[in-house]
Nanobody, 127 residues
Framework: QVQLVESGGGLVQSGGSLRLSCATS????????IAWFRQAPGKEREGVSCISHSDGRTTYYADSVRGRFTVSRDNAKNKVYLEMNTLKPEDTAVYSC???????????????????WGKGTLVTVSS
């Protein structure tokens, strides 16, 4: 079974920072756009960021995180990162990464075309 693994979640105070990682040992992430989603209790899943395949020249941020979150990729390490700064209590959610083969993050619905999903990592922001 193909696995994407997220790490880096945890408890942080409001205004703090966390860096999430998305990795797999089973395939080359370089060929995939990687999207980050989050789901808070009782809320729908939200696509928060995306980075296109290969050189990652295209990125996407939801309005709710633009200017605070930065997505990047290190193809040599086969990892994608989501740097989250100035965190707010409303950022509390389970964050998941997902892979879209040769994706370009242009779809209005980031979940369309996803090939693999991670199980998620919990981010809790205390006020």
């Amino acid at each position: 079974q193909v696995q994407l693994v997220e790490s880096g979640g945890g408890l942080v105070q409001s205004g703090g920072s966390l860096r999430l990682s998305c990795a797999t040992s089973q395939f080359t992430l370089e060929n995939y756009a990687i999207a980050w989603f989050r789901q808070a209790p009782g809320k729908e899943r939200e696509g928060v960021s995306c980075i296109s395949h290969s050189d990652g020249r295209t990125t996407y941020y939801a309005d709710s995180v633009r200017g605070r979150f930065t997505v990047s990729r290190d193809n040599a390490k086969n990892k994608v990162y989501l740097e989250m700064n100035t965190l707010k209590p409303e950022d509390t959610a389970v964050y998941s990464c997902a892979a879209d083969l040769f994706g370009d993050c242009q779809d209005d619905d980031l979940s369309r075309g996803i090939d693999y999903w991670g199980k998620g990592t919990l981010v809790t922001v205390s006020s």
